[in-house]
């Protein structure tokens, strides 16, 4: 009897634990979820030139505070790791595409400092030799 009395006071506890804690597993899903889109959206904008160092510090503070149990303090940093990203998204595409033009006019001058030098060289090399030699006599032996 007292055995039966201890088991169901047991179960009856783990029951009780578990009914507490499934919540907390479920929000922490939830935040895992959130975080994983969080950290991929981050991704794509590493991808397109954008620092996103701000971004990933804060994601990682959000990650401790849900493992500390803080998850309304997680959610509060994860809200603003979301407008970040959201604000970083509209100028995203226009940074690609200067990082892009600066790219292409690069190679485009390092492609024709070779050309230049091979057709201005000369001509400025005999420019300068008439220049420095025009008060030059010359005489007949």
Same mark, same amino acid.
């Given at each position: 009897?007292?055995?039966?009395?201890?088991?169901?006071?047991?179960?009856?506890?783990?029951?009780?634990?578990?009914?507490?804690? @499934?919540?907390? =597993?479920?929000?922490?899903? !939830?935040?895992? /979820?959130? %975080?994983? $889109?969080? *950290?991929?959206?981050?991704?794509? +904008?590493?991808?397109?030139?954008?620092?996103?160092?701000?971004?990933?510090?804060?994601?990682?503070?959000?990650?401790?505070?849900?493992?500390?149990?803080?998850?309304?303090?997680?959610?509060?940093? @994860?809200?603003? =790791?979301?407008?970040?990203? !959201?604000?970083? /998204?509209? %100028?995203? $595409?226009? *940074?690609?595409?200067?990082?892009? +033009?600066?790219?292409?006019?690069?190679?485009?001058?390092?492609?024709?400092?070779?050309?230049?030098?091979?057709?201005?060289?000369?001509?400025?090399?005999?420019?300068?030799?008439?220049?420095?030699?025009?008060?030059?006599?010359?005489?007949?032996?």
């Amino acid at each position: 009897m007292l055995r039966s009395v201890f088991y169901t006071c047991l179960a009856l506890l783990v029951l009780a634990l578990l009914h507490c804690t @499934l919540p907390l =597993v479920s929000a922490s899903s !939830e935040l895992d /979820s959130e %975080v994983g $889109d969080l *950290v991929e959206r981050a991704g794509d +904008l590493y991808s397109k030139g954008l620092d996103v160092s701000v971004i990933i510090e804060k994601l990682n503070s959000a990650v401790v505070l849900s493992e500390e149990g803080s998850v309304e303090e997680a959610r509060g940093v @994860l809200s603003e =790791v979301r407008s970040l990203v !959201e604000d970083m /998204s509209t %100028v995203a $595409d226009s *940074v690609y595409f200067t990082n892009t +033009l600066i790219k292409g006019v690069t190679v485009a001058v390092l492609a024709a400092i070779p050309v230049l030098v091979y057709t201005l060289l000369p001509r400025v090399y005999l420019y300068l030799w008439f220049k420095s030699r025009k008060k030059w006599l010359v005489l007949r032996w």
